[in-house]
């Protein structure tokens, strides 16, 4: 393999931005081709990368000798069609942005693309590779003695403003709990250790993207809601999202309970959110609650200041890029995050959609393919 390793990328808008900036902090590697359909987009990306070289398909992407992996951060809605393309020409190492797939009638096509394509894919759930979150994962089972209740809170702003708006409806983005929140199903499966059975939900659109209108349709995308999860271990998990809840010190706040104690992280926001006349943004936290001897201690988690201002994920992108580059290079065996893992963070997505919608519980044995998100 050649001393530096390229990357072909596809979509550049706000996270595949977000992707070239930590890219180009990683040594012997560079972003060589980029395929962005949208002018304004592909305008920034180039600012950001001037040696890269843009083209007008997918195809045309391929075809470029040098290339050593690839990574998709299109809108959600295409990412199956156009992994089947680049199985189809040339299946490279693969890195593609969440949520694997929208859709449930993509279940069938995914499935036969899993057995078929040659190369590792590596679907990017970035929140695991929050430092936080990292230290939480890391300490977890000695803080609690194991784990019985698990709870993830976010309270954010709303959802951004995407090219063309694609992301103001459930048809693109499989819902609000699909797109935003299956890092947080993600993040259950792997603390918890376990698969989830059944899911139950209660949610709606009280306050966001109701004055906006697209060809005279207005936004139906969730804005606030609960999910509890039960998994066969014996565990729960609830999910608590609030999307207008900006005015937060932490934006996402991880706790889980076991018979030995607690353990919690706190993580803040994009620090490009946080008002300049409230100073410093707030530092990420980890802390651990033992039930005896009472005592909590609170574990200051700072990020590298380069890596907070390369994006909005508290450097967990570019730590996820440093691992799949130990994939593609030949020096990690395996993805860290598998098809099956995107997988089942969407069906636990769309799972709590229809919960959701039809306000009864939902057994993720049934979820295989034929519950349809309204």
């Known amino acids: 393999m050649p001393s530096v390793t390229h990357y072909g990328v596809i979509g550049c808008g706000m996270m595949g931005q977000e992707h070239l900036r930590n890219i180009a902090l990683l040594p012997d590697t560079r972003v060589s081709v980029i395929f962005e359909p949208d002018a304004q987009m592909r305008e920034k990306a180039a600012a950001l990368v001037p040696g890269a070289r843009f083209v007008g398909s997918i195809a045309e992407l391929l075809a470029e000798p040098a290339l050593d992996c690839l990574l998709i951060a299109s809108p959600n809605f295409r990412h199956v069609e156009q992994m089947e393309e680049i199985r189809r020409a040339r299946p490279l190492p693969l890195l593609v942005e969440k949520p694997l797939f929208t859709d449930p009638a993509d279940m069938a096509r995914l499935d036969a693309f899993r057995g078929t394509y040659p190369a590792p894919i590596w679907v990017a759930m970035e929140y695991r590779y929050m430092p936080p979150v990292a230290e939480l994962l890391a300490r977890a089972e000695e803080a609690t003695g194991g784990i019985r209740m698990l709870t993830i809170r976010e309270h954010r702003f709303p959802f951004l403003q995407k090219v063309g708006d694609w992301n103001r409806f459930n048809r693109n983005t499989g819902g609000t709990f699909v ?16 698969e989830p059975v059944r899911v139950s939900a209660s949610a709606g659109q009280a306050v966001n993207h109701l004055d906006e209108r697209y ?11 609960y999910v509890i999860v039960d998994f066969e271990n014996g565990a729960r998990a609830l999910l608590e999202l609030c999307m207008f809840a900006e005015g937060a010190r932490y934006q996402e706040e ?3 309970v076991g018979a030995r104690g607690k353990i919690e992280a706190l ?15 707030p530092v990420p936290q980890v802390i651990v ?13 700072p990020v590298d200041p380069t890596l907070l201002e390369a994006g909005d994920h508290n450097g967990s992108t570019f730590y996820q890029h440093q691992r799949f580059l130990e994939v593609v290079r ?29 306000g009864e519980s939902v057994l993720l044995s049934d979820m295989g393919l034929s519950s349809a998100v309204e």
């Open 215 to 225: 060809d005279g349709e207005t936004p139906d995308i969730l804005d606030h809601g």
């Open 330 to 358: 030949g020096q990690r065996a395996a993805p860290e995050v598998s098809l099956e893992d995107g997988r089942m963070a969407v069906l636990m997505g769309l799972a709590a959609q229809e919960a959701a919608r039809t």
């Open 179 to 194: 797109e935003k929140c299956c890092h947080f199903f993600d993040l259950m499966r792997l603390i918890l250790k376990s």
């Open 267 to 281: 993580v803040p926001g994009p620090g490009r959110f946080w008002p300049e006349h409230l100073g410093e943004p």
């Open 254 to 256: 991880i706790s889980a």
């Open 289 to 301: 609650s033992p039930r005896d001897p009472k005592g909590p201690s609170v574990l200051p988690i």
